[in-house]
Nanobody, 129 residues
Framework: QVQLVESGGGSVQAGGSLRLSCAAS????????MGWFRQAPGKEREGIAR???????TYADAVKGRFTISPDIAKNGLYLQMNSLKPEDSAMYYC???????????????????????WGQGTQVTVSS
């Protein structure tokens, strides 16, 4: 069973930085697409950064140039370095893992099947102005 545990959240002033960590167990890192989502009160959950099925990284426009996603080899998990934080970045941040599946004639994709997707419990980030 895949387990994801986030840490590193907290309170910071606008312009500051935080680094979130996701410690993972019960899986092989290379077999999963890894990413970060966030959800603010009253808003929908949004994907903000991802390491995809072929290892490429993608970012939501709202965080591009400020956030960096990277693997944590030692903990078999994930980092999210967040710089130049803004009050609108305040949210609960979640680490996610989606099984990579090989589709014949197409290549590897990040599975959207519910049973192939795992979430951590979240870590709160609060940015004050």
């Amino acid at each position: 069973q895949v387990q994801l545990v986030e840490s590193g959240g907290g309170s910071v002033q606008a312009g500051g930085s935080l680094r979130l960590s996701c410690a993972a167990s019960g899986y092989t890192f290379g077999n999963y697409c890894m990413g970060w989502f966030r959800q603010a009160p009253g808003k929908e959950r949004e994907g903000i950064a991802r390491i995809g099925s072929e290892g490429s990284t993608t970012y939501a426009d709202a965080v591009k140039g400020r956030f960096t996603i990277s693997p944590d080899i030692a903990k078999n998990g994930l980092y999210l370095q967040m710089n130049s934080l803004k009050p609108e970045d305040s949210a609960m941040y979640y680490c996610t893992a989606a099984r990579r599946r090989l589709i014949a004639g197409f290549g590897f994709v990040c599975s959207t099947v519910k049973a192939d997707n795992y979430w951590g419990q979240g870590t709160q980030v609060t940015v004050s102005s």
